[in-house]
C-alpha cells in the first residue's frame, strides 16, 4: 500500500505528468522537424548536387553482380551518406529549435523570479524571499548606526 500511495503523490505532484506531456509533445514535434528537413529543406539542397534527390546520394562500393539468368548473385556495397545528412540536418534543426525554447524560458524566469520587475506576477516564494532580504538590509543598517555611535 505504501508503494501505491507514493506512486500516487509521485504522479499527482506532475513529475509524470510534465514527463508525459513533454514526451507527447516531443514525438509531435519531432513529425515537424522531420517534414521541414525533408521536404523543405533537402529539396533546395538537392538542386546543388544536379536535382538528384538528396537522401539517395550514395557512394558504390561494389556494384551489383548479375548471373546468366539476370538474378542478382552478389549485392550492391554502398555507403548511403544522403540519409546520414537528412538526419543531421533534423538534429541541427533539433537542437537549434531547442535551444531558442529554452532561452525564451530562461528569459520569462528571469523576469518572473525579478522581484522589482512589475510587468510580471513574482511567485510568492520569491517575494517573501525579497521582502526578507530587505528587512534584514535595513536591521543592518541599524545596527551599524547604534555600533557607529
Known amino acids: 500500500m505504501k508503494l501505491?500511495?507514493?506512486?500516487?503523490e509521485f504522479a499527482v505532484k506532475g513529475n509524470m505528468m510534465d514527463m508525459a506531456i513533454g514526451i507527447i509533445i516531443?514525438?509531435?514535434f519531432n513529425k515537424?522537424?522531420?517534414v521541414?528537413?525533408?521536404?523543405?529543406?533537402?529539396?533546395?539542397?538537392?538542386l546543388l548536387s544536379d536535382g538528384n534527390n538528396f537522401q539517395d546520394k550514395r557512394l558504390t562500393l561494389r556494384e551489383a553482380i548479375l548471373d546468366a539468368s539476370g538474378k542478382v548473385a552478389t549485392s550492391e556495397v554502398a555507403v548511403e551518406y544522403g540519409e546520414l545528412i537528412a538526419?543531421?540536418?533534423?538534429?541541427?534543426?533539433?537542437?537549434?529549435t531547442v535551444f531558442i525554447v529554452v532561452k525564451a524560458?530562461?528569459?520569462?524566469?528571469?523576469?518572473?523570479?525579478?522581484?522589482?520587475d512589475e510587468t510580471v506576477v513574482t511567485p510568492k516564494d520569491i517575494?517573501?524571499?525579497?521582502?526578507?532580504?530587505?528587512?534584514?538590509?535595513e536591521?543592518?543598517?541599524?545596527?551599524r548606526s547604534q555600533v557607529s555611535k
Open 4 to 8: 501505491l500511495k507514493e506512486f500516487k
Open 26 to 28: 516531443g514525438a509531435a
Open 32 to 34: 515537424v522537424i522531420d
Open 36 to 46: 521541414l528537413a525533408k521536404q523543405v529543406l533537402l529539396p533546395p539542397l538537392s
Open 87 to 96: 538526419v543531421f540536418l533534423d538534429f541541427v534543426i533539433i537542437g537549434f
Open 105 to 116: 524560458m530562461n528569459k520569462l524566469r528571469n523576469r518572473a523570479q525579478d522581484s522589482s
Open 127 to 137: 517575494e517573501l524571499l525579497s521582502d526578507l532580504k530587505k528587512l534584514m538590509e
Open 139 to 143: 536591521q543592518n543598517k541599524l545596527l
